[in-house]
Nanobody
């Protein structure tokens, strides 16, 4: 059994910052990639950023220069530093963990980020 838990969401004013955290636990021994996705009301879930085990990163164009993804392999954790937040960043943010050997995907339950004045 694998658990993925996100934290760090909340309400922030435009221009503000938040840091999301994601931690995997349970029977997962090595992780290939960890990623952050988001889903706004009425929209499809979209990739925000992801990072491989060797640190290769990929970002959506809409967040480049504002968001930074990082990970701690020893802690099986990933982080998303979000700066210069905009109202259009409002969404539920989900963490996706991909196991190394099986390529199985595990999703977290999501954390709400609301950017509003």
């Amino acid at each position: 059994q694998v658990q993925v838990v996100e934290s760090g969401g909340g309400l922030v004013q435009p221009g503000g910052s938040l840091r999301l955290s994601c931690k995997a636990s349970g029977t997962i021994f090595s992780i290939y990639a960890m990623g952050w996705y988001r889903q706004a009301p009425g929209k499809q879930r979209e990739l925000v950023a992801d990072i491989t085990s060797v640190g290769t990163t990929n970002y959506a164009d809409s967040v480049k220069g504002r968001f930074t993804i990082s990970r701690d392999n020893a802690k099986k954790s990933a982080y998303l530093q979000m700066n210069s937040l905009k109202p259009e960043d409002t969404a539920v943010y989900y963490c996706l963990v991909t196991a190394w050997t099986t390529n199985d995907d595990y999703w977290g339950q999501g954390t709400q980020v609301t950017v509003s004045s």
